[in-house]
């Protein structure tokens, strides 16, 4: 909870810096990219520019707990960054994400996760960006619990080209 009140407050930071940056200008940095997330569950990225201000995408993760035991994320996302607030070196977005994950542990259910998110990229250099977000959702921790109201984030590095 400490992390995600951090992070929103970061990205609130940038969103009103980014207001008073110059007039905004293309993100196409590449078509495609890849990444990978700094998160309690690591994350391989892939992403598709669809056109400059809309990108989706989707991620694998994989961790070995034992031997015989595997836990695996997957995940899909667009988002659209704020084409008032964007730059060429900051862009601000809003996107949603599903995203399915397996503990790894025998017996125990998958969660499936629905979420709302808002955040940012930075480009520090031209094919890289540092960025990150926060989400609010739905969860589905077991067959028998629902969790709304979730708060998830995560921070994450691309490369495009």
Known sequence: MFRSAILASVCAMLVASAALAEAPSSLMKGNWSLGFTASADPTILFGYQIKD??????????????????????????????????????????????????????????????????????FPVPPLSVGGWVGFGWSQLDSDTDSIGTIRSEIFVNLYW
């Open 53 to 122: 201000m809309f990108k989706v995408g989707g991620g694998f993760g994989v961790a070995s707990l034992d031997p015989g035991d595997t836990a695996w994320n997957i995940t899909a996302a667009g988002h659209y960054y704020l084409a008032g607030k964007a730059n060429q070196y900051f862009a601000p977005f809003l996107g949603g994400g599903v995203g399915y994950s397996d503990s790894g542990v025998e017996g125990s259910d998958g969660t499936l996760e629905l979420n709302a998110r808002f955040g940012a990229e930075a």
